[in-house]
């Protein structure tokens, strides 16, 4: 219980590629450069911008080398996109990210409905992916889905969650993104796959992305900074559904993480007010309010003021 | 972070109370026994079901003995009224109920805003209440609220949370429970003002109730886990708004509570279905959605199914 948490923690702002390629609704390049922007100066030091797979199966990021040129890339910023295989990454690559996101799920049924191979076989997709990254300067983050349930198979064993990440480890992934897909982890299953990361990657390496669907991110999140697990993937107003419960929420929304790290008095460099913002904004853009508590918390305490 | 978690928690839904007296639309006693009913049947064994406050102030539950006499009173399961004086006791205790809540807050402005008088006054009025409510044989909860922040004072000091279960030990309170009335706790603040109230009640007669209007309810029951605090309030559906954030959610949702407890192992009593069922109607009664993710999420399911 009094175990010391840690001091700082860096949240990786997932909204604009993982958020807005689960909105029902198309956002325009423009609102795409302005939400990073947004992001940036509300403090966001590590964003996921865009993804490079083909249109055809997500045309909500066609427009991935356009969002990488339009926005402002400040000193201290990192970039990530997300790749598919090595004809993402060379897409990817011209537009200078700083990192790149693979991944790979803890689960055979949802690797085989997602992307159509086995989980093996998308691991040595990755492979010269990574190498090519790594030569190109670029680090190399791991994203592990379905690493406490899986849509199509339930539960998920820890050991399976270990496969994948010794597996990403072999390849030369450098971090380990370990993520409840469909949002139904509570803190001792999460802290039983994080433990599994653990093993294999450092504290410093390893993050957490959970999804809110059924309202237990936050917990998962405390739970896993219990551990001293200080990186987490969050997505500002919430943004981003959940294509296996439709019209329930997706990620946990950056500002909730935001709001309680504060109350716990850790530090992240978030300037809340502006984040809550810049959440107002896009909601604004998408027709409709945030998903997070806090910013429809704080927006209603405003417009009483 | 592996210290063990207590095997079963008690819930007590104080929806028909807490939840229906903070909702702008009225609703009727027959809807309001309905809803007690149903919540029985999904298996809570404690419910607040009213109070008995002048209908001047509190008009949304001035139909408190209609919904006592006209509620089944199963073996088995304990009904709680809240009750501000005397004069509200003497009315509760014709509907036989099991236990009376008082309550007192841990912040001055508050109890001067809330119910025109000092902690200390409010404290010498509840203590003819709770000895004529022992000598009748009922139990008497009492409601520590603002422990953790104040709407109108900030940040509330474990200090003065101690003081007031300190009044409330005095007068023969026999449980306390401890309340973030504006839902802005974090783990370690709710923990700190914990701590207080264990020092003085074992840890059967300390519950939580926690409001989740910035989303941190769930982080707040889980901190309390880990402290083996086993019993909390939780309105079905998230029923209740925020009086200090119009526009804003009140209550944890039941269902968001069970749905983590089950995770974790925990036995509550709850099929979780029937209480999502629940939700689903008294919301329909109050023409909108349930605030609960749990609800919201498990609907979502239910529909594309």
């Known amino acids: 219980m009094s175990s010391s948490l840690p001091s700082r923690v860096t949240l990786v702002d997932v909204g604009p590629r993982d958020g ?3 909105e029902k609704q198309a956002v325009a390049a423009a609102h795409k450069i302005e939400l990073v922007q947004r992001l940036q100066q509300a403090g966001l030091r590590e964003i996921e911008v865009t993804s490079f797979v083909s249109p055809k199966w997500v045309p909500q990021m066609a427009d991935g080398a356009e969002v990488m040129a339009g926005i402002a890339r400040p000193a201290g910023v990192r970039h990530s996109v997300l790749v598919p295989n090595m004809k993402g ?3 990817a690559l011209a537009t200078r990210p700083d990192e790149i996101v693979v991944f790979g799920a803890a689960s055979e049924a949802f690797s085989q409905k997602n992307i159509n191979c086995s989980i093996a076989e998308s691991i040595e997709r990755f492979a010269p992916v990574t190498a090519a990254a790594r030569e190109a300067g670029l680090k190399v983050r791991g994203a592990v889905s379905c690493a406490v349930a899986c849509p199509y198979e339930g539960e998920i064993h820890p050991d399976r969650v270990e496969l994948v990440v010794r597996l990403m480890k072999e390849i030369g992934v450098q971090h380990v993104g370990i993520a409840d897909t469909i949002g139904v982890g509570t803190p001792r299953r999460v802290q039983a796959a994080m433990e599994r990361a653990l093993k294999h990657y450092p504290l410093a390496e390893v993050s957490g992305h959970f999804h809110d669907t059924y309202g237990q991110s936050l917990s998962n999140v405390y739970a896993c900074l219990e551990m001293g697990i200080a990186s987490f993937d969050a997505s500002v107003a919430g943004l981003g559904g959940c294509p296996y419960a439709k019209g329930a929420t997706g990620n946990v929304a950056t500002e909730d993480v935001v709001f ?5 008095g850790i530090e992240t460099g978030i300037d809340l007010d502006a984040l809550v913002d810049t959440a107002a904004w896009i909601s604004g ?3 409709r309010k945030p998903v997070s508590r806090v910013a429809n918390a704080m ?3 405003r417009a009483a003021a």
């Open 20 to 22: 807005l390629q689960n």
């Open 260 to 264: 309680m790290l504060h109350g716990l």
């Open 285 to 287: 853009v998408l027709g």
């Open 299 to 301: 927006l209603a305490r």
């Open 89 to 91: 990454f060379e897409a």
